[in-house]
């Protein structure tokens, strides 16, 4: 069974803080995932990864960015944390799917609050 | 921008009854449709998902139809449960892209016992 997991459930930073979020996934997972979920939003793309070193933007990349230095670990960094980044924080994997999209699996999320 | 729009944002059926989520999508390329359930405090989880080129799809108790001409799909959950109370999402692929989802806003259901 799939395993992806998020370093910490809840958080809390101050304003202006730089704050790091991680997840690992123990499925040798090509792609990883960073979304935020916000009430009546859904869920928001931050940034994605297909591959080691590989990072794209996705919807709302603003005031975030990530590294993927191993394949089993994808960090979102928020440079300068502020009180409108207050939000559950998703991490998902998958595997790459050769052209045939493969479905994500879920962490069990951050709740990051920022004061 | 491309979008999936979903319906309704809450729906409260009683024990037993069917409940129907559905959801518009507006890129023509989109060829994977997944379905999303997240309980309460919990990680979403995928339950059933579609490709294009199949119209309908059943796994025990849900279903999932896809109307390519109308741009639209939609998730059957038949003898409802106390336990399929949960958030639903549903998501389409971008464009063609092997990597995104666009999701849709979610249905909160409720089952009435």
């Known amino acids: 069974d799939v395993k992806v997991t998020q370093s910490s459930r809840y958080l809390v930073k101050r304003t202006g803080e730089k704050v790091f979020l991680e997840c690992v996934q123990d499925?040798?997972?090509?792609?990883m995932f960073w979304y935020r979920q916000d009430p009546g939003l859904g869920l928001r793309l931050i940034y994605f990864?297909?591959?080691?070193?590989?990072?794209e933007k996705g919807d709302i990349p603003e005031g975030y960015s990530v590294s993927r230095e191993k394949k089993e670990r994808f960090s979102l960094i928020l440079e300068s944390a502020s009180t409108n980044q207050t939000s559950m924080y998703l991490c998902?994997?998958?595997?790459?799917?050769?052209?045939?999209?493969?479905?994500?699996?879920f962490g069990d999320g951050t709740r990051l609050s920022i004061l | 921008g491309e979008n999936v729009e979903q319906h309704p944002s809450t729906l409260s059926v009683q024990e037993g009854d069917s409940a129907v989520i559905k959801c518009t999508y507006s890129?023509?390329?989109?060829?994977?449709f997944p379905w999303y359930k997240q309980e309460l405090g919990k990680r979403p989880q995928l339950i059933i998902d579609?490709?294009?080129n199949v119209g309908e799809k059943k796994d025990q108790r849900i279903a999932v139809t896809l109307n390519k001409t109308a741009k639209h799909f939609s998730l059957h959950i038949t003898e409802t449960q106390p336990e399929d109370s949960a958030v639903y999402f549903c998501?389409?692929?971008?464009?063609?892209?092997?990597?995104?989802?666009?999701w849709g806003a979610g249905t909160k259901l409720i089952i009435k016992p």
């Open positions: 998902a994997s998958r595997l790459s799917g050769q052209g045939v999209h493969q479905p994500q699996h």
């Open positions: 890129d023509s390329a989109s060829n994977y």
């Open positions: 998501a389409a692929t971008f464009h063609n892209s092997n990597y995104q989802l666009i």
């Open positions: 990864s297909y591959d080691v070193k590989m990072k």
């Open positions: 499925m040798d997972h090509e792609n």
């Open positions: 579609i490709r294009s």
